[in-house]
């Protein structure tokens, strides 16, 4: 079955630096846009950044300059580099990925479980 599984969340002090993972798996003939979405509570999902797979990116407004989005197509993963976090920073990040997959020949698009970044003010 294919997944994403996200890693690297958790509990930093306003101005640390956190590093989410998130990789797909499953029956992968390719990986084309990945990107990164965050929802606090309460709030609607909003996009974080994205990149295609010629490294092409795009940030929201909010995390520009601290934010750094990065990928690895041999391993099928992509990564968030966060730094100079804030408070308002806090929410679940979900890994987001159009996935071909090998065995349908179809691209969908895929989430993952979602990790929680917690920024102490």
């Known amino acids: 079955q294919m997944q994403l599984v996200e890693s690297g969340g958790g509990l930093v002090q306003s101005g640390g630096s956190l590093r989410l993972s998130c990789a797909a798996s499953?029956?992968?003939?390719?990986?084309?846009?990945m990107g990164w979405y965050r929802q606090a509570p309460g709030k609607q999902r909003d996009l974080v950044a994205t990149?295609?797979?010629?490294?092409?990116?795009n940030y929201a407004d909010s995390v520009k300059g601290r934010f750094t989005i990065s990928r690895d197509n041999a391993k099928n993963t992509v990564y968030l580099q966060m730094d100079s976090l804030k408070s308002e920073d806090t929410a679940v990040y979900y890994c987001?990925?159009?996935?071909?997959?090998?065995?349908?020949?179809?691209?969908?698009?895929?989430w993952g479980q979602g990790t929680q970044v917690t920024v102490s003010s």
């Open positions: 987001y990925a159009d996935v071909m997959n090998k065995l349908s020949g179809r691209t969908s698009a895929y």
């Open positions: 990149i295609s797979r010629g490294s092409t990116t």
């Open positions: 499953g029956s992968i003939f390719g990986v084309n846009v």
